[in-house]
C-alpha cells in the first residue's frame, strides 16, 4: 500500500491476519456480491483468517471458481448464485441459508450497482428501480429475514460497504446510486440502534474509490487515486475486528462539515460543470 493510501485515501485498515484470526477463525461469514472486486477481495481475506465463507452473487462459475480456491488453500467456502435484482426471492435465499448453517455469525453486504447516467435518460433503463432493488431492497431484506436468529444464536454482525459519496453532496448524474446508498445506509444505521443492545453490531464502511470493474466505465476516474479490492476489504476487516460502528477516511467528516456550511455554492458549482460536460 502506498503512503498516499495509507495516511490520505483509506479508511482505518486492519493488515494483520492474526487479529482478523481471533475475531473470525471457526466463524460463518456471508459475504454478498462474492464474485468480483471488493466482495471477492473480503471473502478471500476472510477464508484466509480462518472463517467459513458463504458467497452470493449471480456469476455462479465465479463463485465456484473462489470456494474451489479457498478450498485448496484449506479454508472453508460455499457458494450462493442468486440475482439480488429479485427482491421477491430473497426470503428464500435466507431459508436456504439458515437451512444449511447452523449459525451465521456475520454479514459483509456489499453487493451493490452503481449507474452514472442523466436522470432524465434513466426512465428507460430503470435506473432508479434497478439501484433501489441491489442496493436497498434486497440487502435490507436479507438481514431482516437472518436477523431472529442471530439475535437468538446470542449475537452477530453486519458490514454495510458503502460509499464515502453517501455523506458528500448530492452529484449530478449519480441521483439513483447516491439515493439507493444513502437509503440503505440510513435504514441500517437505524436498524443497528436497535440491535447493539440484543449484541448484534453494525458498521458502515465508507470507501473512496476502489480500482473494481464497477468504476471502469468512468472515464473520468482513470486517472484519481483509488484503492485497490485487498486495501478496501483490509478496511472491511477493520470493522470486524474492531466492530466500530463508522469506518471512514479521517477526511469525511470535514467534508461533511464543509457541505452543511456552504451546501449552496458546491451544489451550483457541481450544476454548472456537469451541464458543460458532455454526456
Ligand atoms: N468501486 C468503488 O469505487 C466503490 C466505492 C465505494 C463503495 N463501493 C461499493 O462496493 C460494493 C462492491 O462494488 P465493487 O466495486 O466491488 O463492484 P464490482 O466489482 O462490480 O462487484 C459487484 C459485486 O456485486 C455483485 N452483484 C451485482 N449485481 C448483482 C445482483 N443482481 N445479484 C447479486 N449480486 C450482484 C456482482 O456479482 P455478479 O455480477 O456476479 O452478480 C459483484 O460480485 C458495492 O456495494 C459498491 O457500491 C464501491
Not at 467459513?52 to 448464485?81: C, D, F, H, S
Not at 430473497?90 to 456475520?106: G, T
Not at 458503502?162 to 440510513?186: E, I, M, N
Not at 468512468?218 to 475486528?241: C, F, K, W
Amino acid at each position: 500500500m502506498s503512503l498516499f493510501n495509507r495516511y490520505l485515501l483509506s479508511p482505518p485498515a486492519c493488515r494483520d491476519l492474526e487479529r482478523l484470526r481471533a475475531r473470525v477463525g471457526g466463524k460463518t461469514v456471508l459475504v454478498t456480491g462474492a464474485s468480483y472486486g471488493i466482495g471477492e477481495a473480503t471473502a478471500l481475506l476472510l477464508a484466509r483468517a480462518g472463517a467459513e465463507v458463504l458467497l452470493v452473487a449471480r456469476t455462479a462459475e465465479k463463485l465456484a471458481q473462489l470456494a474451489e480456491q479457498i478450498r485448496r488453500e484449506g479454508g472453508k467456502a460455499r457458494a450462493y448464485p442468486a440475482d439480488l435484482y429479485k427482491v421477491a426471492e430473497v426470503p428464500a435465499l435466507a431459508a436456504a441459508l439458515e437451512a444449511n448453517h447452523p449459525r451465521i455469525d456475520a454479514v459483509v453486504s456489499n453487493a451493490g450497482k452503481s449507474i452514472r447516467r442523466r436522470v432524465v435518460q434513466s426512465l428507460e433503463r430503470d435506473d432508479l428501480g434497478r439501484c433501489l432493488a441491489l442496493n436497498f431492497a434486497s440487502p435490507a431484506s436479507l438481514i431482516t429475514a437472518l436477523l431472529p436468529r442471530m439475535i437468538a444464536q446470542g449475537g452477530g454482525q453486519i458490514v454495510n460497504v458503502s460509499t464515502v459519496s453517501v455523506k458528500q453532496p448530492g452529484a449530478p448524474r449519480w441521483a439513483a446510486y447516491q439515493g439507493s446508498k444513502a437509503g440503505f445506509d440510513l435504514w441500517l444505521r437505524s436498524v443497528g440502534c436497535e440491535l447493539r443492545p440484543r449484541g448484534v453490531y453494525v458498521s458502515s464502511v465508507y470507501l473512496p474509490l476502489v480500482r473494481t470493474r464497477m468504476i471502469a466505465p468512468t472515464r473520468l476516474y482513470d486517472r484519481m487515486p483509488t484503492l485497490s479490492p485487498l486495501e478496501a476489504a483490509q478496511a472491511i476487516a477493520y470493522a470486524i475486528v474492531t466492530q466500530a460502528e463508522r469506518v471512514a477516511p479521517w477526511w469525511l467528516g470535514w467534508s461533511e462539515l464543509l457541505t452543511l456550511l456552504v451546501p449552496t455554492p458546491i451544489n451550483r458549482i457541481l450544476g454548472y460543470l456537469d451541464a458543460r460536460s458532455p454526456d
